[in-house]
């Protein structure tokens, strides 16, 4: 049974990722874990030796809380009648990355799914501030990240972008592998360069992502990029009608720089599908 984490702050687009990772998964018996780490204002425990004050805090918020995630199973109940699924919710104290980054070996979990805002007015950020800590936090699970106004219907074509640099490892594609046969998906592999000229070893490592495949639908693309990396991947999965984006998440890449702070506030990188990361 595949272990599912999927973090919540009860709002829209976080009821948004619960339903689509349910759809998502609605073939394989999976057990989801909703997930909500609450920290108080500090303006209600500035007075830190006030420790009844402070425990008193802490209990109406673990209720609060508790209460909101019962009522989340509610609404997926509602839903999920004839489900395979198992469920089962946690309030954790403390912050969001590092009560995740915990509960990754805790649950040997398979998968963290999280709801996004995406693009909000002029800033044009796809990626919350929570959803950014928990990339650079961890790099040992697949982490599937929903848009708030995704509609998942299908898992028609899957965009997977590289640029032939690193060598995938046996298994390290399983997770991209898994869902593609699930969905009998097509995976379009999008090579992102301005130089298409490809070394032994780049020519090597298609050969593997080849074979990494197997009998799995894959087509390759090659497109010039006039702008950005992230504007050309979000260009070509909307040409091409894709139901997600799936990358590695190495260190030290295109991506990584992607999710620092100033650049995530100044670049549009906003798609309309989820972008299913792979631990390096």
Same mark, same amino acid.
């Given at each position: 049974?595949? *272990?599912?984490?999927?973090?919540?702050?009860?709002?829209?687009?976080?009821?948004?990722?619960?339903?689509?990772?349910?759809?998502? %998964?609605?073939?394989?018996?999976?057990?989801?874990?909703?997930?909500?780490?609450?920290? @108080?204002?500090?303006?209600?425990?500035?007075?830190?030796?006030?420790t009844?004050?402070?425990?008193?805090?802490?209990?109406a918020?673990?209720?609060?809380?508790?209460?909101?995630?019962? %009522? &989340?199973?509610?609404?997926?109940?509602?839903?999920?009648?004839?489900?395979?699924?198992?469920?089962?919710?946690?309030?954790?104290?403390?912050?969001?990355?590092?009560?995740?980054?915990?509960?990754?070996? $805790?649950?040997? +979990?398979?998968?963290?799914?999280?709801?996004?805002?995406g693009? &909000?007015?002029?800033?044009?950020?796809?990626?919350?501030?929570?959803?950014?800590k928990?990339? $650079?936090?961890?790099?040992?699970?697949?982490?599937?990240? #929903? @848009?708030?106004?995704?509609?998942?219907?299908?898992?028609?074509?899957?965009?997977?972008?590289?640029?032939? #640099?690193?060598?995938?490892?046996?298994? *390290?594609?399983?997770?991209l592998?898994?869902?593609?046969?699930?969905?009998?998906?097509?995976?379009?592999i999008?090579? #992102?360069? *301005?130089?298409? $000229?490809?070394?032994? =070893? *780049?020519?090597?490592?298609?050969?593997?992502? =080849?074979q990494?495949?197997?009998?799995?639908?894959?087509?390759?693309?090659?497109?010039?990029i006039?702008?950005?990396?992230?504007?050309?991947?979000?260009?070509f999965?909307?040409?091409? +009608?894709?139901?997600?984006?799936?990358?590695?998440?190495?260190?030290? &890449?295109?991506?990584?720089?992607?999710?620092?702070?100033?650049?995530v506030? $100044?670049?549009?990188?906003?798609?309309? #599908?989820?972008?299913? +990361?792979? @631990? %390096?």
């Open positions: 049974m595949k *272990q599912i984490l999927i973090p919540t702050d009860f709002s829209d687009y976080a009821l948004n990722a619960i339903f689509t990772a349910l759809k998502l %998964e609605q073939n394989r018996s999976c057990h989801f874990i909703l997930l909500h780490a609450y920290e @108080p204002d500090n303006r209600n425990i500035s007075n830190r030796q006030n009844v004050r402070t425990g008193m805090v802490y209990d918020m673990r209720k609060d809380v508790t209460n909101k995630l019962e %009522e &989340t199973l509610q609404m997926i109940a509602k839903v999920c009648d004839n489900s395979p699924h198992k469920f089962s919710t946690l309030a954790k104290r403390g912050d969001l990355a590092s009560t995740v980054s915990e509960l990754v070996p $805790k649950y040997d +979990l398979d998968l963290i799914v999280m709801g996004t805002k693009a &909000t007015g002029n800033r044009q950020v796809f990626l919350g501030s929570n959803t950014v928990v990339l $650079k936090k961890i790099w040992s699970c697949p982490i599937l990240i #929903v @848009p708030r106004k995704f509609n998942f219907q299908a898992l028609r074509k899957i965009v997977f972008p590289t640029e032939y #640099v690193n060598f995938y490892s046996k298994g *390290q594609l399983n997770p592998v898994s869902l593609a046969e699930a969905w009998r998906s097509q995976v379009l999008f090579h #992102v360069a *301005q130089e298409f $000229k490809l070394s032994e =070893k *780049q020519l090597s490592n298609k050969k593997i992502i =080849k990494r495949l197997g009998s799995i639908r894959h087509s390759f693309y090659k497109v010039p006039h702008t950005t990396v992230a504007n050309a991947i979000t260009k999965t909307e040409e091409k +009608l894709a139901d997600m984006i799936c990358m590695v998440h190495y260190q030290h &890449t295109f991506l990584e720089r992607l999710i620092e702070e100033p650049v506030k $100044k670049i549009g990188f906003h798609t309309e #599908v989820p972008l299913f +990361l792979l @631990p %390096e």
